[in-house]
Every structure is written in structure tokens, then in C-alpha cells.
């Protein structure tokens, strides 16, 4: 009688143990025994030695790579902000189009007059062309002209010599 009690009045289980229970705690107890031997045969004892320290290893790779990537990350957007401050004070848009449309305006205007410019370049030309062959004939004119003042003079010389001269003192 005493073997077999009545579940306690507080909902509880009752203080003994059937054989069945007893033998199904007994195999989960022992199940993940079992088991880890079966999985420790398939991995190696180098794994089993140093498989954490490689994996903390690889672990401290990654997070000091990250790190060296963060931080340059943040000194490119230092440098980024800097060049924005510096180009700042530079020439707005509006500023650039004030100044840039009456150059483009005259560069326009210049093209318009290029067709007229060169037709008064041609004329140019042309006259310059016309006064190098009047002053080319007026050089031969004057060549000619002192040939015959020198003619002339020396005809005038020989047989007058002393009459053209000035009454003497």
C-alpha cells in the first residue's frame, strides 16, 4: 500500500515513478550521448581542436576589415564635405550665366559679321594690290624723272658751268 499513493490534493504528479517512465528518461538521457559519439566519428581531431580558434580567427578578419572600411568611409565624406565647403564660395550658376551671355552674345554677333568682314578683308585686298602697282609705277616714274634731272643738270653744268655760279666777292 504504501507503494501506491494518490496524486497530491495541490494537481501535482504522484510520488511514484512507472517502470516506463522510468525507462524513457533513462534512453533521452543516454539518446544525446549516442548521438554526439556517432557525429564525433565523422569529424576530424584537428577540427575538433582548432575548428573555434580558426572560426574566431576568421571572425576578427571580418570585423577589422569592416572596421578599416568604415573608417575610410568616414574620412572620404570628411574630405567630400570639405570640397563642398571650399567650392561653396565658387561662382553660382546664375553668377556663371550673368557673365557668360553677353560673351556668347558678342562671339555670336562676330560669327553673324564674319561673312561681312571677309568680304571687306577681299576689298582690302584689292586695294592694297592697286596701290602696290601705283606706287611701283610712281617709283619707276621717280627713276625716270631723276635720270632726266640728272640729264638735264649735266648738260646745264658743262657749258655753264661758271655762269650759273654766283657773282664773286
Known amino acids: 500500500m504504501a507503494a501506491q499513493r494518490k496524486p497530491s490534493e495541490d494537481g501535482g504528479s504522484p510520488n511514484y515513478l512507472s517502470p516506463g517512465v522510468i525507462a524513457e528518461t533513462l534512453r533521452l538521457v543516454h539518446a544525446p550521448a549516442m548521438l554526439e559519439k556517432a557525429g564525433d566519428e565523422k569529424i576530424?581531431?584537428?577540427w575538433r581542436v582548432f575548428g573555434g580558434t580558426i572560426l574566431s580567427i576568421a571572425a576578427l578578419a571580418v570585423v577589422t576589415a569592416y572596421q578599416q572600411f568604415t573608417s575610410t568611409l568616414g574620412e572620404l565624406r570628411a574630405a567630400q564635405a570639405r570640397l563642398n565647403e571650399a567650392n561653396a564660395s565658387?561662382?553660382?550658376k546664375e553668377d556663371l550665366n550673368t557673365r557668360t551671355t553677353p560673351m556668347w552674345a558678342s562671339i555670336k554677333d562676330t560669327g553673324a559679321k564674319l561673312p561681312l568682314l571677309e568680304a571687306r578683308a577681299?576689298?582690302?585686298e584689292g586695294q592694297l594690290k592697286a596701290a602696290?602697282?601705283?606706287?611701283?609705277?610712281?617709283q619707276d616714274r621717280v627713276e625716270q624723272l631723276a635720270?632726266?634731272?640728272a640729264r638735264l643738270e649735266g648738260r646745264d653744268a658743262a657749258p655753264g658751268a661758271t655762269s650759273q655760279k654766283g657773282p664773286s666777292r
Not at 132 to 138: F, P, V
Request: proline residues 0%; glycine residues 6%; aromatic residues 6%.
Open 90 to 92: 565658387a561662382a553660382t
Open 132 to 138: 602696290e602697282q601705283d606706287r611701283s609705277r610712281l
Open 147 to 149: 635720270e632726266r634731272v
Open 44 to 46: 576530424s581531431v584537428f
Open 122 to 124: 577681299g576689298q582690302l
